[in-house]
């Protein structure tokens, strides 16, 4: 059985990196974006090219109810997970007037996307990981 890896954020940039990585190394690939449906399925195409079993996942990583839906649809897919890859991270722009200014949901959303959102991913695929 091949083995299967999931990157968050891997619609672009890194994470579009690392799928097509994996893909050719023949790994079956799931393509997570949270906005970009078609920039997903042109990384999940290019995956496809080099044997890949490539699916796309969309969620929302900082959302921990998104996550586990994403971590069970691909499990449920590719019947386990070997390897995730917490890719997708990024920087908001900081609010007008700075950190003294700042509103505490912007601090928390990014708490949320570049923090929680590995935890969230992780303590599913960890589950996984161990039982299998």
Not at 88 to 100: I, N, T, V, Y
Request: hydrophobic letters at 40%.
């Amino acid at each position: 059985m091949k083995k299967s890896v999931l990157i968050t954020g891997s619609s672009h940039g890194i994470g579009a990196a690392c799928a097509i990585a994996f893909a050719k190394e023949g790994y079956d690939i799931g393509v997570n974006y949270c906005s970009s449906s078609a920039d997903a399925e042109e990384v999940a195409a290019k995956c496809r090219e080099y044997g890949a079993d490539a699916q796309v996942y969309q969620a929302d990583v900082s959302k921990r109810v998104q996550c586990e839906a994403m971590l069970n649809a691909f499990i449920g897919h590719f019947g386990k997970i070997d390897v995730l890859v917490n890719n997708a991270g990024g920087a908001l722009k900081m609010p007008k007037g700075g950190f003294a200014d700042m509103p505490m949901d912007y601090w928390e959303n990014q708490i949320d996307l570049n923090l929680n959102s590995a935890a969230f991913c992780s303590h599913i695929a960890a589950k996984d990981m161990i039982s299998k």
